[in-house]
C-alpha cells in the first residue's frame, strides 16, 4: 500500500489536525473563564460599571470560543476507541483511568457550571452567580491537568506492568501517574502558556480599540490586565520549559537532540540557531551555533556533554532491536524555535508594552492621562513615542494576539512528532497502536469529514469572534445592574422576559 | 458481585443517565420541527433545554470514558468496529453543540433558519443511531479471535437494529414532548401534551415489539422484569399525560427510557460485545475488562464524584425551574 495513504499515516494525520484545532480552543478557554471570573469579580467588589461591561464583553468572546472547544473535544474523547483501538487494547487500563476522571469530574463541573453562567444573570444571586465561573474556571484546569497526565505517561510511561498473558500494560501505581514530574512540568508548562495565550488575546483586542479611541474605560483596564497577564505567564512559560526541556533531556534525549539538530554527543554542545542539514547522512551542512549554550539547557552545566541524535539512535538499536528510532529532524527542529519565538515574541511584546504603559507614577505631569484617554507611550523618563511607533505599537499589539497560538500548536507539533517512532515511548510503537480493522476509506472518510467541517467552523468562529470584537462592550440594562435576591430569580412579574435566552 | 461486574452496572448506570437526559434534549430537537408552528416556538423549545444540554451530553463523555477505563477491549471493539455510524453521531454532536451555542448570536433570519434546520437534523439522527448501535451490540456482532470485528458496514444496518433505532428515535421525541409539556406555557404547551399522545402511542407499539423480540432472543427472568416496568411505565406516563399531570408524566416517560436500558443491559450481561461468529470470541466482563487494581481506584472516585455530579446537576434544574412562553423570550435574540 501507498505510503502516504496508509491507514498509520491517515491515522496520524486525523489526529495531528483535530488535536492542533482542539488545542486552539483550549488555552484560551481555560485563560479566558479566570480572566472573565477575574473581571466580574472585580464587578462585585467595586460595583464600578465598566468591569460588568468587560465581563459582559470577554465571557462573549470566551463562550464562543468554549463552544468550539467543548464539541471539538467530543472527538477526543472517541478517536482512541476508532483510530487506535490496539493502542486502546494495550494502554487503557491505565490511559483511560485519567480520562474517565477528567469527564466525570472536570467535565460535568465546566459544563453544568458554563449553562448556570450564561442563563443565571437574572436566576442566581449576584455572588452565587460570580461563584460559578469560577467553577467553570476550575472545571478547564482539572480538565486540562487529567489529561495532560495521561499524555505524560505516554511521553514517560510510569506505575506500570506488562501483562504478557493479555498483552498489556497494566497500571500499578496511579498516583506515579498522576504526579511524576513529566506530568508535573507538563502541566505547569500548558497551563502557564495557556495564560499567556489568553492574556496576548485580551492585549490584541483591547489594543484594536484603543488605537482606534474607542471603548477606552474598559479596554484600558482590560489592556492592563492583559499586559501584566502576558508578563507574568511569559515568565512563567519560560521558566516551566527550561524545566520541562531539563525532563526531556533525561527522559527523552532522542527528541532534544532532534530540536537541536544535534548528529553527534558534545561536550559541551552548542545550542543552533540555524540549522539545514542531510537526514540521510545524519549531518548538518549549514550551522549558526552559540557555544555550551545547548549543555546548560539540558544539564545547568556550561561544560556537560549531550548525546546526539546518532548515539541515541545506535543506543536504542541495543535497547529496542534493529531499526530508526529518530522522528522527523526538522519538524522537531523547526517546531522546537517556533515554539519558542512566537512564544517568546509575544511576551518581549507584552513586557515592552507593560513599560509603554505604565502608571502615572513614574510619569512627569504632561504624559499622565485622564480616564477617558487613550495611555500616551512613554519610552523614557521624558519621552514619548512619535505618532508613527505608536501606530507600530498598537499594531504589533494587534498581531500578538496570534503568536501564543502558533506557539502553542508548534509546541504540541515538536513534542508528538518527536517522541515518534513510539506512542508510548519505548513501550508502544505508533504503527503497532493503529485499529487493524478500520480500512483506509473510513479513515480516509472521517479524515475528509472532519477536516472539512472543521474549516467550516473556523470560518463561521472566526467570522462570529471579529463581529463581537468590533461590537465592543454591550450598554448595560437595568436587569444588569439588578440582580435577583433569590435562586430561581425575584417573581414580581411572571411574564418578565428573561434576561439572557437564546 | 466483583468489581467488573459493579463496573457493568454503572456502565449501564451512565448510559442510563444519557439516554434519560440527552434523550429529551435530542426530542426537544426533533420538535422544533414536528411541533413548533413559527420561530418563536422554535426559540421557546431550544431554550427549554439552552441552560442544560451540555450538561446532559457529558454524561456519553463519562460512559465512553468509563468504557475506556473499565472496559478497554469493549471500547476498542465498539469503536472501531462501528466507526462510520459512530463519526455520523460524532459530527452530528459537533454541528448541534455549536448549532445551540451560535444561532442566537446574529440577528439575521437566514443565519437562524440554518442553524435551526442543523437541530433538527442533529438530533434526530443520534436518537435514531443510538437505537442501530445498542441493537447490534445486544444482538451481537461478528467478531473475529481477536475480538475484532469482522463484519462489514451493511451488517450494522439489520432489522433488529433498525427497530431499535425507530424505538430509541420515537420514545426519546415523546420523551421530549412530555418535558416540553412540562416546562413550556401557553398553547405550546397544550399542543405538546397532544403531540405526546400520537408520539407515545407510536412509541408503545415499535417498544413493544423491539423489547419481546430482544426478550425472546437474550432475555431471562431479570430483562422480563425490566421489559414489564418498561411497558406499564409507558402506559402510564401516557394516562398521566391525558390526565395533565405533567410531572408525573415526563418521571414516567423517563422511568421508561431507563427500564428499556436496564432490559438491553441485563439482556447482555455476562457478554458486553456478543460475538455472532463463536460464542468462545465474544467479549465479556472478564476478557474485556481492566485489572482489579484500575477498576478499584475507578471505583472510588466514581463513588465520591457521581453524587456530587447528581446533586449539582439537579440543582440546575431546579434553579431553571420555571416554565417558559414566548413572552419570556429576551427581545434581543443576538445577545
Known amino acids: ?502 | 458481585m466483583q468489581l467488573h461486574d459493579v463496573w457493568f452496572v454503572l456502565i449501564a448506570v451512565l448510559w442510563t443517565g444519557y439516554f434519560f437526559l440527552e434523550g429529551f434534549d435530542f426530542g426537544v430537537g426533533v420538535l422544533t420541527r414536528l411541533l413548533a408552528r413559527n420561530r418563536p416556538e422554535r426559540r421557546v423549545l431550544i431554550n427549554t433545554i439552552g441552560p442544560v444540554w451540555d450538561g446532559n451530553e457529558v454524561w456519553l463523555l463519562t460512559a465512553g470514558g468509563a468504557t475506556f477505563a473499565a472496559f478497554p477491549d469493549w471500547y476498542a471493539t465498539l469503536f472501531s468496529g462501528f466507526y462510520l455510524p459512530l463519526l455520523a453521531v460524532l459530527v452530528c454532536l459537533i454541528v448541534r453543540g455549536v448549532a445551540f451555542e451560535y444561532r442566537a448570536k446574529r440577528p439575521e433570519e437566514r443565519w437562524q433558519r440554518t442553524w435551526e434546520t442543523a437541530i433538527f437534523w442533529t438530533s434526530l439522527i443520534p436518537a435514531f443511531l443510538w437505537g442501530v448501535i445498542f441493537g447490534n451490540i445486544v444482538r451481537g456482532v461478528p467478531l473475529d479471535r481477536h475480538f475484532e470485528y469482522a463484519g462489514t458496514l451493511g451488517d450494522l444496518f439489520n432489522p433488529y437494529a433498525l427497530l431499535g433505532g425507530l424505538v430509541t428515535l420515537t420514545l426519546f421525541t415523546f420523551h421530549g414532548a412530555v418535558f416540553t409539556a412540562l416546562k413550556t406555557v401557553g398553547d405550546i404547551r397544550r399542543r405538546a401534551r397532544g403531540t405526546a399522545r400520537w408520539l407515545g402511542l407510536v412509541t408503545a407499539v415499535s417498544a413493544a415489539v423491539f423489547l419481546v423480540w430482544t426478550q425472546a432472543d437474550k432475555g431471562d427472568g431479570g430483562s422480563l422484569v425490566a421489559l414489564v416496568v418498561a411497558v406499564a411505565a409507558l402506559v402510564m406516563a401516557l394516562v398521566a399525560n391525558q390526565l395533565g399531570r405533567e410531572g408525573w408524566a415526563f418521571a414516567l416517560s423517563g422511568l421508561t427510557v431507563a427500564a428499556s436500558v436496564a432490559m438491553l443491559f441485563l439482556s447482555l450481561f455476562p457478554e458486553v460485545m456478543p460475538s455472532t461468529l463463536d460464542p468462545a470470541w465474544s467479549l465479556t466482563v472478564t476478557n474485556a475488562s481492566s485489572s482489579p487494581y484500575t477498576l478499584r481506584i475507578m471505583t472510588w472516585c466514581a463513588a465520591i464524584a457521581t453524587p456530587l455530579v447528581l446533586l449539582y446537576q439537579s440543582w440546575t434544574y431546579w434553579v431553571f425551574r420555571k416554565r417558559i412562553g414566548i413572552q419570556h423570550l429576551a427581545v434581543d435574540a443576538a445577545h
Request: hydrophobic share 50%; charged share 15%.
Open chain 1, 1 to 502: 500500500m501507498d505510503l502516504a495513504l496508509a491507514p498509520e499515516t491517515l491515522a496520524r494525520w486525523q489526529f495531528g489536525i483535530t488535536t492542533v484545532y482542539h488545542f486552539l480552543f483550549v488555552p484560551l478557554t481555560i485563560s479566558l473563564a479566570a480572566l472573565t471570573a477575574g473581571l466580574q469579580t472585580a464587578w462585585v467588589r467595586t460595583e464600578k460599571e465598566k468591569y460588568l461591561r468587560a465581563t459582559k464583553f470577554w465571557g462573549k468572546l470566551f463562550l464562543i470560543n468554549i463552544a468550539m472547544g467543548v464539541v471539538t473535544g467530543i472527538v477526543q474523547e472517541f478517536q482512541f476507541g476508532m483510530n487506535w483501538s490496539a493502542y486502546s487494547r494495550f494502554v487503557g487500563d491505565i490511559f483511560g483511568a485519567p480520562l474517565a476522571f477528567e469527564a466525570l469530574i472536570a467535565f460535568f463541573f465546566e459544563s453544568t457550571f458554563i449553562g448556570l453562567w450564561i442563563f443565571g444573570w437574572d436566576k442566581l444571586p449576584q455572588r452565587i452567580h460570580l461563584a460559578c465561573i469560577w467553577m467553570v474556571s476550575l472545571g478547564t484546569i482539572l480538565s486540562a491537568y487529567f489529561i495532560l497526565a495521561a499524555n505524560s505517561w505516554m511521553q514517560h510511561p510510569v506505575g506500570y506492568r506488562i501483562d504478557k498473558a493479555r498483552g498489556r500494560a497494566e497500571l500499578t501505581d496511579f498516583w506515579a501517574v498522576l504526579t511524576q514530574n513529566t506530568a508535573l512540568a507538563q502541566a505547569f508548562h500548558t497551563l502557564t502558556a495557556a495564560f499567556l495565550t489568553g492574556g496576548a488575546f485580551m492585549v490584541g483586542i483591547a489594543a484594536y480599540h484603543l488605537s482606534r479611541r474607542r471603548h477606552i474605560r474598559e479596554m484600558k483596564t482590560s489592556l492592563r490586565l492583559g499586559l501584566v497577564t502576558v508578563v507574568i505567564a511569559g515568565l512563567l512559560t519560560a521558566v516551566s520549559g527550561d524545566t520541562l526541556g531539563k525532563v526531556m533531556f533525561k527522559q527523552q534525549p532522542m527528541k532534544m537532540a532532534a530540536a537541536e539538530a544535534l548528529w553527534d554527543g558534545q561536550q559541551p554542545a552548542p545550542f543552533s540557531i540555524f540549522a539545514y542539514g542531510d537526514v540521510r547522512k545524519g549531518h548538518n551542512t549549514v550551522a549558526v551555533e552559540i557555544p555550551g549554550l545547548l549543555s546548560f539547557l539540558a544539564n545547568d552545566d556550561f561544560s556537560s556533554r549531550v548525546p546526539g541524535i546518532n548515539d541515541v539512535n545506535k543506543a536504542e538499536q541495543q535497547r529496542f532491536g534493529p531499526g530508526d528510532y529518530r522522528p522527523n529532524i526538522p519538524v522537531a527542529f523547526w517546531g522546537f524555535r517556533w515554539m519558542i519565538g512566537f512564544g517568546m515574541s509575544s511576551f518581549a511584546l507584552g513586557a515592552a508594552g507593560l513599560w509603554l504603559t505604565r502608571r502615572k507614577f513614574l510619569l512627569p505631569e504632561h504624559l499622565r492621562v485622564g480616564e477617558d484617554e487613550v495611555p500616551r507611550l512613554v519610552l523614557f523618563r521624558r519621552k514619548a513615542l512619535g505618532e508613527n511607533l505608536t501606530r507600530w505599537y498598537w499594531r504589533l499589539a494587534v498581531w500578538t494576539l496570534a503568536f501564543p497560538l502558533i506557539a502553542n500548536s508548534w509546541g504540541w507539533i515538536f513534542t508528538e512528532t518527536g517522541r515518534q517512532p513510539w506512542v508510548v515511548y519505548g513501550v508502544l510503537r505508533t504503527r503497532d497502536a493503529v485499529s487493524p480493522t478500520v480500512s483506509q476509506t473510513e479513515v480516509l472518510t472521517s479524515l475528509l469529514v472532519f477536516t472539512a467541517l472543521y474549516a467550516v467552523l473556523a470560518v463561521v468562529e472566526v467570522r462570529l469572534l471579529l463581529k463581537y470584537v468590533k461590537a465592543g462592550p454591550p450598554e448595560l440594562t437595568e436587569a444588569d445592574l439588578a440582580p435577583p435576591t433569590r435562586i430561581g430569580g425575584d417573581s414580581a412579574d411572571a411574564d418578565k422576559p428573561m434576561a439572557f435566552s437564546y
